[in-house]
Nanobody, 120 residues
Framework: QVQLVESGGGLVQPGGSLRLSCVAS????????MSWYRQAPGKERELVAT????????IYADSVQGRFTISRDNAKKTVFLQMDSLKPEDTAVYYC?????????????WGQGTQVTVSS
């Protein structure tokens, strides 16, 4: 059974930091492209950051470049999102996503999301 379980969200003041974690199970994590998305109220879900399967390449949305860092621990089947210098506009539900190709073809798996609220 495939599971992606996010944690680490919460309430933080502007300028603060949070570290999100997403623990995966049920598929070959090391071969999956792992991403973080977010969705703010009334807005479409948007890509925040991506880490390739080997972890050698990362991609960031312009809005978080230089403030957020995606990383992964393939041994622990976990992907992280370190968020620094948080702004109120970073408030959203953050989702972990796995993408790849398995024995049955392409897959896209999503976690349940974790709320991040940036407010004073």
């Amino acid at each position: 059974q495939v599971q992606l379980v996010e944690s680490g969200g919460g309430l933080v003041q502007p300028g603060g930091s949070l570290r999100l974690s997403c623990v995966a199970s049920g598929f070959t994590f090391s071969r999956a492209v792992m991403s973080w998305y977010r969705q703010a109220p009334g807005k479409e879900r948007e890509l925040v950051a991506t880490s390739t399967s080997a972890g050698g390449s990362t991609i960031y949305a312009d809005s978080v470049q230089g403030r957020f860092t995606i990383s992964r621990d393939n041994a622990k089947k976990t992907v992280f999102l370190q968020m620094d210098s948080l702004k109120p506009e970073d408030t959203a539900v953050y989702y972990c996503k796995a993408f790849g190709y398995g024995t049955t073809g392409r897959y896209d798996y999503w976690g349940q999301g974790t709320q991040v609220t940036v407010s004073s």
